[in-house]
């Protein structure tokens, strides 16, 4: 079936630690995105892409990474650099195309103790 | 910088009554519409999108939305509200020629029996 698969649904990390989130899609698609969520904030986006080995900020970058070496891949890493990394954390992705949708992965919570 | 307000936060319906949710956005053109609904600790599925043409479209789950362009909105609408639909709607914004997409804070729906 395709779809886009996040991993792993759950993650807990120690406070200044990176942690890589993954997130890997088999639509073909050439843009991806990772957005984060927070109570009462709806999605707020990280980083996109466009194609491979390009990728652009969202509105919140400060504190994330992402790397988009694959079609298929877009893996996001929380740095320590970023202030309150506690949230859950959606991928995305969606056909260039005129008229297309996003379609989106299951989710990863991210928890910093 | 475009962007998706829901003025609607959280709203409470009867089930069998009939339901509204609010979405307004800002940009210069009309960009791509769409609603979203997530059950908790879910991603996001497709409601229904608006691209060009019928203004009023139609969904999955009996869901319809209505654009109107005067108005900047995209109000989302159910007949009949079923216990099943309580979760939270995302109104998102896509721009022609860019894959750059926009969310609202979304509206919590609680069903009461």
């Known amino acids: 079936d395709g779809g886009i698969t996040q991993s792993p649904k759950y993650l807990f990390r120690k406070e200044g630690q990176n942690v890589t989130l993954s997130c890997e899609q088999n639509l073909n698609h050439d843009a991806m995105y990772w957005y984060r969520q927070d109570p009462g904030q709806g999605l707020r986006l990280i980083y996109y892409s466009q194609i491979v080995n390009d990728f652009q900020k969202g509105d919140i970058a400060e504190g994330y990474s992402v790397s988009r070496e694959k079609k298929e891949s877009f893996p996001l890493t929380v740095t320590s650099a970023q202030k309150n990394p506690t949230a859950f954390y959606l991928c995305?992705?969606?056909?260039?195309?005129?008229?297309?949708?996003?379609?989106f992965g299951q989710g990863t919570r991210l928890t910093v103790v | 910088a475009q962007s998706v307000t829901q003025p609607d936060i959280h709203i409470t319906v009867s089930e069998g009554a009939s339901l509204e949710l609010r979405c307004n956005y800002s940009?210069?053109?009309?960009?791509?519409l769409f609603w979203y609904v997530q059950s908790p600790g879910q991603g996001l599925q497709l409601l229904l999108k608006?691209?060009?043409?019928?203004?009023l479209v139609q969904g999955i789950k009996g869901f319809e939305a209505e654009f109107k362009r005067s108005q900047s909105s995209f109000n989302l609408r159910k007949p009949s509200v079923h216990w099943s639909d309580a979760a939270e709607y995302f109104c998102a914004v896509g721009l022609h020629n860019n894959n750059d997409m926009r969310f609202g804070a979304g509206t919590r729906l609680t069903v009461k029996p």
């Open positions: 995305a992705s969606r056909s260039t195309g005129e008229n297309t949708e996003a379609f």
């Open positions: 940009y210069g053109a009309t960009p791509y």
């Open positions: 608006y691209f060009s043409g019928d203004t």
